[in-house]
């Protein structure tokens, strides 16, 4: 199975940016699709991006796109999300996740790391 650490959260004015890394341990990282889910105090935790496992196709929640990319590097077995235009609303814990299907990226999650804080001040 693979562990996954996150790192990177912190807290940052509305506007400003932050990029979010997930290192990953494991021999099958690289045959992983990855992502990041948040979760705000009070409410599910939902799904923001997704990548596969050659890093060649993505895709991002509505409230997202345009100001997120997820991206990944497999030979240092890390993925990232570059956040930018941050906004208050973008509060909350953000998780990376492991999945076995890129397409079915939210209903196959393997492994999930520990949660990193993000807060953003208005």
């Known amino acids: 199975q693979v562990q996954l650490v996150e790192s990177g959260g912190g807290l940052v004015q509305a506007g400003g940016s932050l990029r979010l890394s997930c290192a990953a341990s494991?021999?099958?990282?690289?045959?992983?699709?990855m992502g990041w889910f948040r979760q705000a105090p009070g409410k599910e935790r939902e799904f923001v991006a997704a990548?596969?496992?050659?890093?060649?196709?993505?895709y991002y929640a509505d409230s997202v796109k345009g100001r997120f990319t997820i991206s990944r590097d497999n030979a240092k077995n890390t993925v990232y999300l570059q956040m930018n235009s941050l906004k208050p609303e973008d509060t909350a814990v953000y998780y990376c996740?492991?999945?076995?299907?890129?397409?079915?990226?939210?209903?196959?999650?393997?492994?999930w790391g520990q949660g990193t804080q993000v807060t953003v001040s208005s």
């Open positions: 494991g021999r099958t990282f690289n045959k992983q699709a």
């Open positions: 990548i596969n496992w050659s890093g060649g196709s993505t």
């Open positions: 996740a492991t999945s076995s299907s890129y397409t079915n990226y939210e209903t196959r999650i393997g492994s």
